[in-house]
């Protein structure tokens, strides 16, 4: 049974816990086992523990089933069920091939309803009707039927060229995330080809003038621009995103960075490595405000913004 063969890793030490493939950080991610085999799935199959700020989980089945192999990594499983001929498993990842995009009626068809789209409706608890429309038409959030109120982050290009969309469920009286899935592995388009852009950059030309502010999550890059719309503000979606090809279409612009309290000196090194051509500045806001324990468990901007709204509700 597939189930029984494959096993998250049970806890040994810090040794056995990786860097998560989504959020960057060290000694998060745990990694499926086979257990016949006596062997890890690929490095990307696991689970992170930041589940409220990470979530990332890729579970053997949808490693096997999206056919997302790292490149090298010979797959020759034969698990049951499996309907796929193993050599589409055994293909190498796709590399310097044209983006694929996904058809703009999905992401209007998904804008049409969001009387039951937990994050809006979490948000307009917090705020009001009228600022969750304007947020909701500025990043074009859409919902999804996939599960019961989940909510869409679309990842349009500076283009205006869709690239995917990240599918959430958010609890709608926490706010707090419990599952995630992409728009086009839900479709099942045959040889996509992904090519993530930041959350946000449809925005990059809506005001010149403006800086960009960039933060790790969808979430608190919409809550933000709320709080603060003196800046655009746009999300990585994942610490592991904050690379070259993602940033890119930041030239010449101002670019506040806002890493998650404790994810500083991450942040550090990973821009250390980014062009030069793009100002970059740290805010050391969260680093220098949060506790102790607000590290540990990662506060980002939009945590203290919804401390104040709170507060007022
Ligand atoms: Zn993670």
Request: hydrophobic share 35%.
């Amino acid at each position: 049974m597939f189930h029984f063969r494959f096993i998250l890793e049970p806890y040994i030490s810090q040794k056995n816990r990786y860097q998560c493939p989504s959020c960057g950080k060290n000694s998060v991610f745990t990694r499926y086992v086979d257990q016949e085999k006596k062997e890890y799935v690929a490095e990307n199959v696991g689970k992170c523990n930041r589940e409220q700020k990470c979530g990332y989980h890729l579970s053997p089945k949808e490693y096997f089933d999206n056919q997302i192999t790292l490149q090298g990594n010979q797959v020759d499983t034969d698990w049951a069920g499996a309907k796929k001929p193993l050599i589409d498993f055994c293909k190498p990842k796709k590399t310097n091939l044209a983006s694929s995009f996904i058809e703009s009626r999905h992401l209007l068809n998904s804008l049409k309803h969001n009387s039951d789209n937990n994050f809006l409706l979490f948000l307009e608890k917090m705020t009001n009707k009228e600022t969750v429309s304007h947020v909701k038409e500025k990043y074009k959030i859409g919902t999804s039927k996939k599960w019961k109120g989940a909510t869409i982050f679309w990842q349009i290009d500076n283009r205006g060229k869709i690239r995917t969309g990240k599918m959430m469920l958010y609890n709608k009286v926490t706010g707090k995330k419990n599952k995630i899935n992409w728009v086009h592995s839900v479709l099942r388009l045959d040889d996509f080809n992904l090519n993530q852009c930041l959350f946000g950059l449809h925005l990059l030309n809506s005001d010149k003038n403006k800086a960009i502010a960039l933060v790790e999550s969808e979430k608190t890059a919409v809550i933000a621009s709320i709080a603060f719309p003196q800046f655009i503000w746009m999300a990585t979606g994942g610490l592991m995103n904050l690379k070259k090809d993602m940033i890119l279409p930041l030239a010449n612009r101002k670019v506040i960075l806002y890493p998650d309290a404790g994810c500083y000196d991450i942040w550090s090194k990973k821009v250390a490595d980014l062009p030069k051509n793009i100002q970059f500045i740290f805010s050391d806001l969260l680093e220098r405000k949060a506790t102790a324990e607000e590290k540990t468990e990662g506060w980002d901007i939009a945590d203290y913004v919804l401390g104040v709204w709170g507060d007022k509700v």
